[in-house]
């Protein structure tokens, strides 16, 4: 069976900065090639990947992560009868215990609250689509009679109420959730296998921890003050950084399932989630000490490449740290160790020539033009989800 998987490599120069720090405040590092590498964690990068989706997806596409379940399936059942808002939280209580999803009073609220009004909270992150919230909220208040816990109690203790309230939660998956998954402790049938797979971003080269000793003045000294009113030292390091992801096309149309609306090819909603993670990953920056630093850049390289077999990463080309050019600066070199490396490691391989895109800006980046079509960032996306769409269309 031929698969549709999407490899997406990035070139990205970033300058002194903080994006993602460890308990101590340090930036994030690892070792890789026998040196100190800069590293920016998978989790920091697919967390500014989510936060981008919200400019370029509907609130409604996309899900819900957190702890404060109760409370948002409870808002909902109000926006739908406000008459019931004493009991909403006690109707979603109900009804998320009904799906397999276990809440409790948190022992800091109970000692704080009465427990007659402390909200119910989940001990772990949970990660709903807005539509699944919907019909949820939507079983709460048909099933409850005019929001009697009792009456909804007996009802969802009937067996097409657990089947409704099972299959709320486990259909109609938001884009987020299909791409990055979900683990339901308590529920291991409600899990969504991630359909994408992000690696943690490596310096090229090796990369050292610096610190920047800051002062601050008190505007109100007098000029016979003397001395500053703080001092601190802040940690960072810049680095070019290859980052690099996967998307499994086929597992992703399996958490979304085929196009809703009437006339809509069933590729579509997998295309078009495709396309907004492929911009989102691309575009996205981690915000840690984004004001202190203001490192806002864009990558130099992006290579995206569909592969019919397994997703290969080229972070192998820099196993041996990028030494600096005699003008400074690891951007060039790193380019021309992707040229030689990407066609070699496939004809070792076997594996066939696949579609690829080059997006890039620079000079120092044109070695990289021969791996595929040249495109700018909108044609980009907009070609990809063409060629996604087209090989996950249903043969004739």
Known sequence: MTRTILDIHILQNVPPSNMNRDDTGTPKSAYYGGVRRARV?????KRATRKRFEDLLPEGELGVRTKKVVEALAARITAREPALEDTAAQLATQVLATAGLKVEVPTRKAKKDDGDTAVAESKYLMFLSRRQLDALAELAVSASHGGDVAALKKSLAQKEHKAAARKAIDTRHSVDIALFG????????LNVDAA??????LSVHRS???SDYYTAVDDLNEESETGAGMIGTVDFSSATLYRYAAV???ELQRSLGTGLEVGEPPSTPTAKAVSSFLEAFITSMPTGKINTFGNHTQPSVVVVKIRDKWPLSFVGAFEEPVPKTEQGGFLRESCRRLAEYVPDVERQFGLKESPTWVFRVGEETRDLASLGTGVTLSALVEQVEEAVAERLEPSA
């Open 41 to 45: 964690s998978s989790q920091a990068w």
């Open 182 to 189: 979900r683990m339901v402790a308590d529920s291991a049938d």
């Open 196 to 201: 994408t797979q992000v690696a943690h971003a």
């Open 208 to 210: 050292d921890i610096e």
């Open 248 to 250: 499994d096309a086929d």
